[in-house]
Structure formats: C-alpha cells, structure tokens
Nanobody
C-alpha cells in the first residue's frame, strides 16, 4: 500500500486547508485511516481517524469542532478538512493506514505511512 498526502501550505490564523491522502495498492478500502501530525521537537500525535466504511470517526481534543475527516472509497482518498486554523496547528501532517478493526490513536498501530505534507499557520 502506498499513501500520497497533499494539500498542505501556509495560511493565516483562522484560515482553512484541506488535506488529501490517496491510497494505492491492494484492498485499500479495507484500511482504517488516520491523520497524525508532528511539530518540530515534538512527538507525532494523533489528529483524526476514520473507520474503513467511514461510519466512525474520532478526533484529538485539540481539533474537535475545527477539523473533519472523511473518505471517498470510490477514489481511495481520505480527506482532512481543517478550519479555524491556529498557529499551534503548524506541523507536518501524515496520513496512515491500518488493518485494525477500529482506528487507533497510537502511531505504532499503523503499518503504512504517507510522506507528510507541511502545514504552516501564521498569526
């Protein structure tokens, strides 16, 4: 499975971005997907997760109400719509795939990772 993340960029606080993650390879639609982020000097942290059929989603407390994860199974693509962005959201964002039954907040539970896309939010 290969994951290709895109959509990052530089925005001012209060702005929006939509990240995309295209998956290719075998049985990609059966994977639980997650978005993580890593800021300089910090550990990689969970942002959002979605079940294989899109029926269940979960978010870190820091992004609840501002970010929305979704997936289009016909396009093998997972999205992260980010609104009301804050400087604290600045990080490299990664998408990841897991064959677990439900999404996990732990990076170690994900087997496949995309290359990351930079999000920079200025005040």
């Amino acid at each position: 499975v290969q994951l290709q993340a895109s959509g990052g960029g530089s925005v001012q606080a209060g702005g929006s971005l939509r990240l995309s993650c295209v998956a290719s390879g075998s049985i990609t639609n059966r994977y639980v997907m997650g978005w993580f982020r890593q800021a300089p000097g910090k550990e990689r942290e969970f942002v959002a997760g979605i079940s294989w059929n899109g029926g269940y989603t979960g978010y870190a407390d820091s992004v609840k109400g501002r970010f929305t994860i979704s997936r289009d199974r016909t396009k093998n693509t997972v999205y992260l719509q980010m609104s009301s962005l804050e400087p604290e959201d600045t990080a490299v964002y990664y998408c990841a795939a897991s064959l677990r039954a439900t999404y996990s907040t732990r990076p170690s539970e994900y087997r496949y990772w995309g290359q990351g896309t930079q999000v920079t939010v200025s005040s």
